[in-house]
DNA sequence: AATGAATGAGCCTTCATTCAT
DNA sequence: GATGAATGAAGGCTCATTCAT
């Protein structure tokens, strides 16, 4: 049996599991109390509704997700080419990490790619904008001063876009690629490729100023 | 009254938008045969369940998909530049165009993202494998002689990657960006963007071979 | 393709066999249409409903049972032993003889047993009655005269009853006794034992008269 | 209002008195739910589905069969004649005693003469057999020793095609008799005519020995 | 505080029947 | 005269939710 300290806490992340595996539609309450060991009526008695937990399992995955995760923060300095480098890392461990539970990013990555009606697009603002925002700041460093913010933005789109392909492909990217190749997409190796394919990028667009200094 | 020449396409139709927006789980036949103006029954008169027709949906989209937009092909000669090009191009059409119908390529979209069970990877397969292949071609030809093929295959993918990102995050770059920026991503400019941005990317990361000759 | 110079005739007879195998309410129209190699407005065109078709099929079968296997009649001076066994001998070959289509009994053992509501009672009291009332003259000559009434009923029940049971309860001797001793159970032979069993029930029952005189 | 200290009891005996009324076929649950003063979906909710309902009230009426009529058991000695006779008078007890539920036996009877695909052959076989070499033990008792096995079986099958003969044509018998004499067929009087009926049958077919002694 | 029994709305599907041709 | 398309009523079943305990 497993231990239930806090049995609404433990409902809530078997839930999230379901959740982030199936769907919210997919997903019934019975299944989620049955794997939880708890009563069909513990859904309502805790959360109201089925559809009040799901919005409570979000809400919780972006919490653990900044929390265990979080994303990198440097002092004045550090060049914006490494802050580069490990803005990509973090995005992509974010993603690809196996060692803390996936449901967390799943469902978050669920939520953003279709929000339920009525759902947190508030939520979804608060937990993306800071990182793309973050990611701004780095780009304004790479870039030269007078860049229009257009262009920045069409830039981070690029880098994000790079990164949520490893994401949101990986269907199809087990179909395209051996096995094996499959298997070698751990998270340095895409690192340094889209660090690299990027910082390329952004000297072909931007020729003057390739040396990055503190913000 | 809508023209209903033939109710099996039609009701086809409206199904697909239908099960574009909501998904499968979260459409029900009723609200399907309602908007189309037909029995409860004619579902299953037609297509035999809902799950067939929901195969049938994705079979029809994947077809005009292909038909509507088909990706491009080249005599032999044209730049490797150019092709980029117009491969971005094409492929970002399929993604954005307004002029046709918009639930086939949602659905397939949809669909690539989360096959269903017992669900179409045979048609995913033959859906984008064709397309990425192409784009390897392409890749070919502008990189040396000898790269590995992981390479060609990060490369695609950093491409890829940067186009799907404009139908993935569609709903958050709506609350990223001012609603005026939104509108103005528009085909053009976003191919202009990311094949700059690529091109640049893949001259800085193969130094040597910059002109794409003919295949 | 079967030839159909009658097509409602035809369709009666799939249908028969359909209500036979599996009675009405298994039975459904687009079954005995197809089996029919007919439309399935076809049973509403020809007969009107699926209910006016199934009485159609018990009148039917009725009809042929009588005129396929008809109960004997004998001439003057018969004793009443052998047009016992004959009685025996028809009724048997009735329920069991395979050389004629057998759609026929099995439908109208299945209404007797069952009569569907609003259905055929009349018909019963028509295809029965004279059956049993040939009996009762039969007994009438192997009994002493004024042998009441409510005993030739019960040993004309006590007669039918051994005969019908190779209907009724053919399922389940199938399971009570071995294959082969199954197979045995044939019209000769069951007409010998019922004959002699009955006969000598009879004679000491009533033990004066044993000689059957003509009626 | 009906007691309903066991609604699932109570369920069970609704829908036992429905099938075996009109079969499972022709009865809904919906009919079987308001007869029952219960909600739709109790059925489901009790039993999983109509057709395990159906199976669950077989077995009900096997075991309340069994129970509130059991065949008889007879200590050593009592004469062969005497337990015939009283194996005739369970048998027909439990087929027309109106003082307990009539259900059980329609059901059983029903299920008997037409099992339901994947239905309950292994029940029929552990009711109906036991009875049935209950039979052939009083009747190797009643017959000289040697009398083949197959004797056995068509002497027995005549006994017990007489009894089930009341059950099969009950409303044949209505029709075919008049009221008076129809409401006189009571178990006393039908176990007295079987009985002597049979008795004088065997001693006919196997004149020697007569007089049956214990087991 | 938490449960297990029970509910009713809603789902997909089947079916006999109808209607225009 | 006969058909094939289409219908709507009804069926069994699932599910989130409720209620007495």
């Known amino acids: 049996m497993i231990l239930m300290d806090d049995p609404k806490q433990h409902l809530l992340n078997v839930a999230g599991q379901k959740f982030a595996e199936k769907g919210f539609d997919a997903t019934n309450v019975r299944e989620i109390t ?17 559809e009040e937990l799901y919005l409570e399992t979000v809400r919780h995955a972006a919490r653990m997700c900044e929390q265990i995760t979080p994303m990198p923060t440097w002092e004045e300095g550090v060049p914006a ?24 990013r799943k469902l978050i990555m669920r939520e953003v790619a279709e929000p339920r009606p009525g759902g947190c697009e508030v939520f979804v603002h608060s937990f993306v904008k800071p990182s793309f925002e973050l990611l701004q700041g780095i780009l304004r460093d790479l870039t030269p001063p007078g860049t ?16 949520l392909h490893y994401h949101h492909a990986r269907n199809v990217l087990k179909l395209l690629f051996s096995a094996e190749e499959f298997q070698r997409l751990q998270i340095d190796r895409l690192t340094d490729h889209i660090w690299r394919f990027s910082l390329g990028a952004i000297r072909s667009l931007c020729p003057r100023k ?6």
Do not use: C
Request: net charge positive.
């Open 34 to 50: 049955e794997a939880a060991g708890m009563n069909v009526a513990s859904v309502n008695y805790h959360f109201g509704s089925k």
């Open 81 to 104: 080419e490494q802050r580069l480098r490990e803005y990509i890392r973090s995005f992509l461990t974010r993603l690809l990490r196996e060692d803390v539970p996936t449901w967390h």
């Open 148 to 163: 229009p913010l257009e262009t920045l933005h069409l830039i981070g789109s690029s880098i994000v876009g790079q990164v």
């Open 210 to 215: 390739s040396k990055g200094e503190g913000r």
